[in-house]
């Protein structure tokens, strides 16, 4: 089947029209003609993937990685992890398609991207990533540790992930051969995280059901042992910036790019602008990143957060840093039925994927905040959320883009509210 896609969707693909037909096709770019193949359905939508080339984007590139690409015959698509969309695509314009992603989903919403949205791309956009989960893949060689293919439940070992730091893709045969040595069977996968700016490597490994009684301390030690450079942690990380330490552990959130982190960071306290009056909510706070930060400047910050080893978590880093930080454990959307009307002026939030519950926008907009600032990292349930807002008295005063995911379809955008 020929395809010519003509534009950009959400998830990585490009839009193709045949006969009426819609395509989302995966590894090409728009303007293209390309032989693809059909992959089955995805949210009602035909999906296809391309296997040749027919007439090229001058916006295409080599892919940097042997694993990326859909598994085709084409030199230049030899496999296909399911970690990165656009290593085809020149990065420059990779940031132009997620504008165009962004604002496809603001006004499907009914919204407008503010025109003077910026898109915030990395200098330098490889070895970004500061945690990585791996899946453990037994082969015939011993333990390999890879990815799940694209669209599928399958795994495939990999051996080199240019998006992650490299004392994590170092890491990886370490854990392998110590696992093969010491015999140590039902690993389901491997969960790395690395300090920016120091020497910890954290750990955790998942078995595929129980954990099994297994040579914990000796396997570390092994660990440690072929990785001279690195001091292995199982409980802890430390995350440092501007003047700030955090800890951080293998069952709490974190942002996988500090570099973009601090962009992000840096933006959103721009639009929040909080100053010594203010009393601030810090909505899905983690650990208390934003918290912290925040409380440098305001008056006060209560922080509400559901992962009760967050919560702990963020409580350690308040101490750590002398934060006005007060943490109120449990779900937004119903830990804000007990607060009063007037006790803050200003909010973040930065809930997952999944956007606000209804209930949690409903919350907001009876304690009606006069600034929000809505961090997310999918364009679609932001989009759905800020109308949400923008119709319970609210005006998007400025937007922007930070490209967190650098070759994925990932997307993190931020906005500032004002009750109007
Ligand atoms: C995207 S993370 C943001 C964390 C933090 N702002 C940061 O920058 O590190 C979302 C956080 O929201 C928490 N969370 C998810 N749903 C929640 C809910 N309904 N109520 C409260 N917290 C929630 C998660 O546990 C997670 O820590």
Known sequence: MILKPETVGHGGFTVAREDGKVWLLGYALPGEVVEAEPRGRQGGVAVATT???????????????????????????????????????????ELKLKRQVVEEAWSRAGLRLPPDTPVLGMDDPWRYRIRGEFEAIPTSDGLRFGFHRQRSHTVQPITTCPIHDERIEKALPAFARAADELQVDGIQNLLLTVEPEGPGL???????????????????????ELLPGQVLLDDAVTLAFWGMTFRVRSDTFVQTNYQQMLRLYETALRMLAPAEGDRILDLYAGIGTISVAVARDAGSVTAVEENPRAVQLGRLNARINSARVEYVPGLVEKVLRQVRIGRHNAAMLDPPRAGCEPAALAEILRLGPDRLVYISCEPSTHARDLIGLVRGGYRVRRAAIVDMFPHTYHIESVALLERS
């Open 51 to 93: 296997s040749h080339v027919i007439e090229s984007s001058p916006e295409r590139v080599r892919p940097e990685c042997p694993h990326f690409g859909p598994g085709a015959s084409q030199p230049a698509f030899l496999t296909q992890c399911g970690g990165c969309q656009w290593q085809h695509a020149a990065y420059a314009y």
């Open 202 to 224: 954290l750990w955790r490994i998942r078995f595929k059901g129980r954990e099994p009684s297994w040579p914990r301390a000796d396997y570390a030690r092994r660990v440690a």
